[in-house]
């Protein structure tokens, strides 16, 4: 029997994965790939395993892909259920996700991730628990605006944004897999990208409502988000980042594959940061 969910797949160029995800969410008889114009047989893929295609063209403003695609598309189902192409969904926490859109208790649920690098479950690191809401009921969730940034050349779909939930809301207990950095290569050519949003956010200096708070009082996102802010006015950030994610987030116990992690991280502050003092200095026209 089908699980009464819409599943949303925002996806570009992502005949690599998408047959696989798409396998692990047949549960569902309403499965949403919204694509971005893919060149490399993305939507025959999807067409062929039964899922709805929508195109998005985005205009270089809010909303990006995920929050347009919670507005516009025509749910079938009043839950939906949130995965990106290099993610799948497990037997056990399909049957999870069964139990849950049963359930009057909560309208969304947090869904645990255990991130794959270098072929293996990277344990530590700071990247594990890592809680993203996923499943909830469309109508009361929608992604956090953090600031009006425009285009920062990192992509039409959402970055590092949350979503935030009316209701309350409770976790699953089974994990979802990410496999989203294959190889090194992979892992740089994505956050190269990702460096050009914290750049942006580096730069800004306008808060919006419509956003995750930061507390350390908070839940692990909102703790997470407070020590980001605090970190943008430290010395040495690329070091400490290194330090924090290899000895407090105990990477080292992962071997030479946290060691790989853990200094990747640095270089992506570093790059980060080197990126926001050359958005500085081009709009002061220097």
């Not at 645990?112 to 009921?137: A, I, Q, V």
């Given at each position: 029997m089908k699980v009464?969910?819409?599943?949303?797949?925002?996806?570009?160029?992502e005949s690599s994965n998408l047959e696989e995800?798409?396998?692990?969410v047949l549960f569902s008889d309403d499965i949403v790939v919204v694509d971005s114009c893919s060149t490399d047989g993305?939507?025959?893929?999807?067409?062929?395993?039964?899922?709805?295609?929508?195109?998005?063209?985005?205009n270089g403003r809010f909303p990006k892909k995920k929050n347009w695609a919670l507005v516009n598309v025509e749910w079938k189902h009043d839950w939906v259920l949130i995965l990106d192409a290099d993610e799948r969904i497990t037997p056990q926490l399909a049957q999870e996700v069964a139990t849950a859109v049963a359930s009057d208790q909560y309208n969304g649920y947090y869904v645990n991730r255990r991130f794959m690098f270098m072929g293996?479950?990277?344990?530590?690191?700071?990247y594990y628990p890592s809680w993203n809401l996923r499943l909830f009921r469309h109508v009361t969730?929608?992604?956090?605006?953090?600031?009006?940034?425009?285009?920062t050349q990192s992509g039409d779909n959402e970055v590092h944004e949350h979503v935030l939930l009316q209701g309350a809301s409770g976790y699953l207990k089974y994990d979802m897999l990410h496999y989203a950095y294959?190889?090194?290569?992979?892992?740089i050519e994505k956050h190269n990208r990702y460096s050009n949003w914290e750049a942006c956010m580096l730069?800004?200096?306008?808060?919006?409502n419509e956003s995750l708070k930061?507390?350390?009082?908070?839940?692990q996102l909102e703790r997470k988000r407070q020590i980001k802010l605090l970190a943008r006015h430290l010395p040495f950030r690329p070091l400490l980042r290194f330090l924090y994610h290899y000895l407090w987030c105990m990477g080292v116990l992962d071997g030479y594959r946290g060691f790989v992690f853990c200094r990747l991280l640095a270089w992506y502050e570093f790059v980060s940061i080197a990126k926001s003092h050359e958005m500085r200095k081009m709009k002061q026209g220097l």
């Amino acid at each position: 029997m089908k699980v009464p969910v819409s599943v949303l797949i925002p996806v570009k160029n992502e005949s690599s994965n998408l047959e696989e995800c798409i396998n692990t969410v047949l549960f569902s008889d309403d499965i949403v790939v919204v694509d971005s114009c893919s060149t490399d047989g993305t939507i025959g893929i999807a067409e062929q395993l039964g899922a709805r295609v929508v195109q998005f063209d985005w205009n270089g403003r809010f909303p990006k892909k995920k929050n347009w695609a919670l507005v516009n598309v025509e749910w079938k189902h009043d839950w939906v259920l949130i995965l990106d192409a290099d993610e799948r969904i497990t037997p056990q926490l399909a049957q999870e996700v069964a139990t849950a859109v049963a359930s009057d208790q909560y309208n969304g649920y947090y869904v645990n991730r255990r991130f794959m690098f270098m072929g293996k479950w990277l344990k530590h690191c700071g990247y594990y628990p890592s809680w993203n809401l996923r499943l909830f009921r469309h109508v009361t969730g929608r992604y956090e605006k953090l600031v009006e940034i425009g285009d920062t050349q990192s992509g039409d779909n959402e970055v590092h944004e949350h979503v935030l939930l009316q209701g309350a809301s409770g976790y699953l207990k089974y994990d979802m897999l990410h496999y989203a950095y294959p190889t090194i290569t992979s892992w740089i050519e994505k956050h190269n990208r990702y460096s050009n949003w914290e750049a942006c956010m580096l730069l800004s200096q306008t808060n919006i409502n419509e956003s995750l708070k930061a507390s350390f009082f908070g839940t692990q996102l909102e703790r997470k988000r407070q020590i980001k802010l605090l970190a943008r006015h430290l010395p040495f950030r690329p070091l400490l980042r290194f330090l924090y994610h290899y000895l407090w987030c105990m990477g080292v116990l992962d071997g030479y594959r946290g060691f790989v992690f853990c200094r990747l991280l640095a270089w992506y502050e570093f790059v980060s940061i080197a990126k926001s003092h050359e958005m500085r200095k081009m709009k002061q026209g220097l």
